[in-house]
């Protein structure tokens, strides 16, 4: 049975646990094995000794799956959640097949302008609030890095979510 790390800011729910345990039972019935960043050993320790335990169980816990299922969609913003940004990057950088599931097709700065204020500016792209263009229109609905570390690890990105991607992987037997 292969196993699965599933990357997402579902640990932020405040029925986290829930949620990824369903997720888990799920993986299970497509006949793979899911490890989710609450599968890690932590100990009470204080905050920063906690939370380097923490990076590193998921570490070790990424290295001990076959592939990686991240959740793509914009989290507290525009963008991908930064630790599964991470996590993808990590698991690329080890040879692990990546998929990623998003809710939303549209261009990065279509998906941006929808989410933050944004105005027009001379060079012909919008700018946001920060002062930052937003250049990056290449066609894809997530940062190019973490589009093409999913693409270059054999994997895909897919528009659905988490039982999207399991019927995919299924597909792909």
């Keep these: 049975m292969q196993t699965i790390y599933l990357a997402g800011p579902e640990v932020f729910l405040p029925n986290a646990l829930q949620v990824l ?3 888990k039972v799920l993986c299970e019935s497509f006949g793979y094995r899911a490890l989710t960043p609450f599968d890690g050993e932590i100990t009470d320790q204080i905050h920063l000794a906690k939370a380097k335990q923490i990076f ?11 592939m ?3 959740n ?3 989290f507290r913003g525009a963008c991908v959640d930064d630790g599964t940004a991470f996590e993808i990057g990590y698991a ?3 040879g692990k097949r990546v998929f990623g599931y998003l809710n939303d097709k549209r261009s990065l700065p279509e998906i ?6 944004t105005k027009s500016h001379d060079s012909g792209y919008a700018i946001d609030e920060d002062g930052f263009l937003l250049n990056e229109d290449f066609g894809n609905s997530i940062n190019l890095m973490l589009e093409f570390s ?3 690890s054999g994997g895909s990105l ?3 979510n988490l039982k999207t991607v399991l019927e995919f992987l299924r597909n792909l037997k």
Aim: with cysteine.
């Design 21 to 23: 345990s369903d997720a």
């Design 56 to 66: 590193q169980e998921n570490i070790s816990l990424i290295e001990q799956s076959d």
């Design 68 to 70: 990686v299922i991240a």
């Design 72 to 74: 793509c969609n914009p």
């Design 92 to 94: 690329y950088a080890k």
């Design 112 to 117: 941006v302008r929808s989410k933050i204020p």
């Design 150 to 152: 999913i693409l270059g």
């Design 158 to 160: 897919v528009l659905g």
